[in-house]
């Protein structure tokens, strides 16, 4: 594919607003020895896209042309907003006929920082073998927080989730056993309704102050922050000199293809879905990206060649 030209989104700036983006030609590029080509066929306003292999590498023996496959990119090679992409084979995964491009497109790095808090960090067993634990999720109808809901749900936990009042209803139908409005006095408080102390506590939504989360705590819970501020990293220097059995732990996400391997299988089986708020064609990126900064989206925002 050499000297064929494709349509792309690439930033004029570095000013980071909506209006910064713009919908270019530029060649398709060339796989390296351990990548993939993808045809895109559908990408999120992030690192990830579903589509259909075009080429691979010279070092590459477990994709051909024509395998459908949902990948990881890296942002140092750009994002995944373009009618072709790069990605390394050893984070692209198979796809089944089962799942969508867009269900594909919206999991790799919110459906990886879920499951990596759930299970490398706090511990559950997505097998239900693990002892029975009361669990928060905050930001649930956020791209990460809905993946966690579901994922939780299977790991035998009691799931209580904060998010916006209009957001309720579909938290509730993901499986979250009390959905709490994140506006309301017990929401910013983040009480349970039903009076239960967290064992773990995900916490994706807005900045919260220890303050506010101690009350809520078991005697040794643990909060896993996957957004975290420079404040919730003092707490944690803090609490881990102090040697409280309270902590506040952040999470940084370390993609592994077995583990998007294994949510796509779940996906496959109907145990695990992606929450799209909205479909967006490529050239209309600008569009998407001022949704994403002006409003709150519910799950994930999906972009189409």
Same mark, same amino acid.
């Given at each position: 594919m050499?000297?064929?030209l494709?349509?792309? !989104?690439?930033?004029?700036? /570095?000013?980071?607003?909506?209006?910064?983006?713009?919908y270019?030609?530029?060649? !398709?590029?060339? =796989?390296?020895?351990?990548e993939?080509?993808?045809?895109v066929?559908?990408?999120?306003?992030?690192?990830d !896209?579903?589509?259909?292999?075009?080429?691979v590498?010279?070092?590459?023996?477990n994709?051909?042309?024509?395998?459908?496959?949902?990948?990881m990119?890296n942002?140092?090679?750009?994002?995944g907003?373009?009618? *072709?992409?790069? &990605?390394k084979?050893?984070?692209?995964?198979?796809r089944?006929?089962?799942?969508?491009?867009?269900?594909?497109?919206?999991l =790799?790095?919110?459906?990886?920082? $879920?499951?990596?808090?759930?299970?490398?960090?706090?511990?559950? +067993?997505?097998?239900?073998?693990?002892k029975?634990?009361?669990?928060?999720?905050t930001?649930?109808?956020?791209?990460?927080? /809905? *993946?966690?809901?579901?994922?939780? #749900?299977?790991?035998?936990t009691?799931?209580?989730?904060? /998010?916006?009042?209009?957001?309720?209803?579909?938290?509730?139908?993901l499986?979250?056993?009390?959905? !709490?409005? /994140?506006?309301s006095?017990?929401?910013? &408080?983040?009480?349970?309704p039903?009076?239960? #102390?967290?064992?773990?506590?995900?916490?994706?939504? $807005?900045?919260?102050?220890?303050?506010?989360?101690?009350?809520?705590?078991?005697?040794n819970?643990?909060?896993?922050?996957?957004? =975290?501020?420079?404040?919730?990293?003092?707490?944690?220097a803090?609490?881990?000199?102090?040697?409280?059995?309270?902590?506040i732990?952040?999470?940084?996400?370390?993609? #592994?293809?077995?583990?998007?391997?294994?949510?796509? #299988?779940?996906?496959?089986?109907?145990?695990l879905?992606?929450?799209?708020?909205?479909?967006?064609s490529?050239?209309?990126?600008?569009?998407?990206?001022? +949704?994403?900064?002006?409003e709150?989206?519910?799950?994930?925002?999906?972009?189409?060649?």
């Amino acid at each position: 594919m050499e000297g064929r030209l494709m349509h792309a !989104v690439q930033y004029n700036s /570095c000013g980071g607003e909506p209006s910064d983006l713009k919908y270019v030609e530029v060649p !398709v590029p060339s =796989p390296k020895k351990d990548e993939v080509l993808i045809k895109v066929e559908a990408a999120s306003l992030s690192t990830d !896209v579903a589509g259909e292999v075009a080429d691979v590498g010279s070092g590459v023996k477990n994709f051909k042309a024509g395998d459908k496959v949902v990948a990881m990119l890296n942002f140092a090679n750009g994002g995944g907003l373009a009618e *072709y992409i790069v &990605a390394k084979a050893n984070l692209t995964v198979p796809r089944p006929p089962e799942v969508s491009a867009a269900e594909g497109a919206g999991l =790799p790095a919110a459906g990886l920082m $879920a499951y990596q808090a759930l299970t490398d960090s706090a511990g559950i +067993k997505l097998d239900g073998s693990g002892k029975p634990g009361n669990i928060l999720i905050t930001g649930a109808a956020d791209g990460a927080g /809905c *993946y966690a809901v579901q994922l939780a #749900k299977l790991g035998n936990t009691h799931v209580t989730a904060t /998010c916006a009042a209009q957001h309720i209803e579909l938290v509730k139908s993901l499986g979250a056993d009390e959905v !709490v409005d /994140c506006t309301s006095p017990d929401g910013a &408080a983040l009480k349970s309704p039903s009076g239960k #102390k967290y064992d773990i506590v995900i916490h994706g939504g $807005a900045p919260t102050p220890w303050s506010t989360f101690e009350p809520n705590l078991g005697s040794n819970a643990k909060i896993f922050d996957i957004n =975290p501020t420079p404040s919730a990293i003092k707490t944690y220097a803090l609490k881990k000199l102090t040697f409280s059995k309270k902590q506040i732990i952040p999470v940084l996400l370390s993609p #592994k293809a077995e583990n998007l391997d294994y949510l796509v #299988k779940l996906m496959k089986e109907g145990k695990l879905k992606t929450v799209i708020d909205s479909k967006y064609s490529l050239s209309k990126a600008e569009d998407a990206w001022a +949704k994403n900064v002006d409003e709150k989206a519910i799950g994930k925002i999906i972009l189409e060649p």
